[in-house]
């Protein structure tokens, strides 16, 4: 689960809202590992932080990043649906020296 800090909930709120759907390939739980994170975990810790520097760069969270709910064999779970820009700045800030291999597919 994400934590997000009072300014940024307040951001998110803020934030234009556009159809993600347009433009999202990505969900987080699919390319997490090829980024280098150890775990769904590891990865979320990143958010709050990404999402800032959209802020600063007045990009749009909401444009970006949804919180969605997924199903695998009957269970629920969230995940985050992620934009092309998203996904292409998390690739850039990421761990990947071991997986550069397995991002050129993408």
């Known amino acids: ?10 951001n998110l709120a803020l934030a234009p809202t556009r159809a993600i759907e347009t433009d999202s390939n990505y969900y987080g739980s699919d390319i997490y590992d090829k980024l280098g994170y150890k775990s769904k975990e590891d990865f979320e810790l990143t958010l709050p932080d990404t999402f800032d520097t959209f802020y600063s760069n007045r990009l749009s969270v909401k444009e970006n990043f949804k919180q969605v709910f997924r199903f695998n064999h009957g269970k629920m779970y969230t995940d985050w649906k992620i934009s092309s820009i998203a996904f292409n700045f998390l690739k850039s800030n990421s761990t990947v020296s071991s997986n550069e291999e397995q991002l050129k597919k993408y």
Do not use: D, W
Request: charged content about 30%.
């Open 1 to 10: 689960m994400v934590t997000l800090t009072k300014s940024t909930e307040k």
